[in-house]
């Protein structure tokens, strides 16, 4: 295929994605605040761009890789300082974000799209980073029926599931619910391990158990947190790229923001924020989420 993608945002799931559309021959027009971001695109063939406008000019399909909310708002509809990217796109240009943002942002979006003819899906993602490397991540797509059957090869290039979850905004929803989810996971498999460690356990063992045993889950088989027990993991390397704790954050204040709106009762949602939110003041932020394990652990004797 010779179809032209502009692909903004290049950071820990982005820079992968991206290369995902390169391999499967899309050319793509790629952008980053972050130089070397950029550097590690252009190494496997991606074009990079001199600015987010530059990037988009002859594209057919446009993808936001982007933090949170106010970065897409920012790049699509504009700030005080810039114009947004929806003020001279070509009318019929399909827009996919696939960060992950508020529900009620993603709506915006689609409205404001709608208003300069264009298709917007939100269409956020599962996998970590492992995921979007392997091009198995799952899309949680919101929006219009045509719209996704437009990007269907292209998601199908990243990702191995993806699943149309409603209108706009409903892949939105969908990932703040699944990621809840993963936050208490972590932290209970977490609590877990800990325990077992503190009665003489070895982790790998224990984790072995817990994986085929009633216990088992996502954390257990893919991304556990203590050091060692699994290869290719944040926790083996640091705790560095990964998923941040501070972007965890985010999408617990989103998941509360949502259960406060429909007076939807997250007792273990709420407590999550609170360990992560103690985490990332503690200066753990930038580590990948799982580091929160550190939090958790028994010190001295
Ligand atoms: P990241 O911080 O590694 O990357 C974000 C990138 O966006 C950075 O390279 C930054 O320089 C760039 N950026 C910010 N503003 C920009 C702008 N205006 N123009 C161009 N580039 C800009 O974050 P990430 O881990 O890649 O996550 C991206 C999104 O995906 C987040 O919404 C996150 O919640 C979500 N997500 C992450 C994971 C994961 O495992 N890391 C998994 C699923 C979903």
């Known amino acids: 295929t010779d179809k032209s993608i502009a692909f903004i945002g290049l950071g820990?799931?982005?820079?992968?994605?991206?290369?995902n559309l390169v391999k499967a021959g899309f050319r793509v027009q790629a952008f980053d605040l972050d130089a070397?971001?950029?550097?590690?695109?252009?190494?496997?063939?991606?074009?990079?761009?001199?600015?987010?406008?530059?990037?988009?000019?002859?594209?057919?399909?446009?993808?936001?890789?982007?933090?949170?909310?106010?970065?897409?708002?920012?790049?699509?509809?504009g700030s005080d300082t810039a114009p947004g990217l929806f003020d001279g796109l070509?009318?019929?240009?399909?827009?996919?974000?696939?960060?992950?943002?508020?529900?009620?942002?993603?709506?915006?979006?689609?409205?404001?799209?709608?208003?300069?003819?264009?298709?917007?899906?939100?269409?956020?993602?599962?996998?970590?980073?492992?995921?979007?490397?392997?091009?198995?991540?799952?899309?949680?797509?919101?929006?219009?029926?045509?719209?996704?059957?437009?990007?269907r090869t292209v998601l199908e290039s990243m990702g191995k599931n993806i699943f149309h979850a409603g209108d706009a905004g409903a892949g939105q929803a969908a990932k703040l619910c699944n990621n809840m989810l993963l936050a208490i996971l972590m932290i209970g498999?977490?609590?877990?391990?800990?325990?077992g460690q503190s009665l003489g356990l070895d982790p790998t063992v224990l984790a072995g158990i817990m994986k085929v045993s009633s216990g088992g889950n996502w954390v257990l088989e893919k991304y556990n947190p203590v050091p060692g027990v699994m290869e290719g993991v944040p926790a083996s390397r640091g705790y560095s790229g990964g998923f941040g704790t501070d972007l965890?954050?985010?999408?617990?204040?989103l998941?509360?923001?949502?259960a406060i709106a429909t007076r939807a009762p997250v007792p273990l949602g709420?407590?999550?924020?609170?360990?992560?939110?103690?985490?990332?003041?503690?200066?753990?932020g930038g580590?990948?989420?799982?580091?929160?394990?550190?939090?958790?652990?028994?010190?001295?004797s």
């Open 189 to 195: 498999t977490s609590e877990a391990l800990n325990l």
């Open 270 to 284: 709420g407590l999550a924020e609170s360990i992560y939110a103690a985490h990332s003041a503690a200066g753990k």
């Open 255 to 258: 998941a509360l923001e949502a």
């Open 36 to 77: 070397s971001a950029c550097d590690r695109v252009t190494e496997q063939g991606a074009h990079v761009a001199d600015s987010a406008r530059a990037a988009v000019e002859g594209a057919e399909i446009v993808i936001s890789m982007l933090p949170a909310s106010r970065h897409v708002e920012a790049l699509y509809l």
């Open 12 to 19: 820990n799931m982005g820079g992968p994605m991206a290369i």
């Open 287 to 300: 580590l990948d989420f799982s580091s929160v394990i550190g939090l958790l652990e028994r010190r001295g």
């Open 248 to 253: 965890m954050l985010k999408d617990l204040g």
């Open 90 to 151: 070509p009318v019929g240009i399909l827009v996919i974000d696939c960060s992950t943002i508020a529900p009620a942002s993603a709506q915006k979006l689609a409205a404001a799209g709608k208003l300069h003819s264009l298709e917007v899906l939100d269409a956020p993602v599962s996998g970590g980073t492992a995921g979007a490397a392997a091009g198995t991540l799952t899309f949680m797509v919101g929006g219009e029926n045509d719209a996704l059957g437009r990007a």
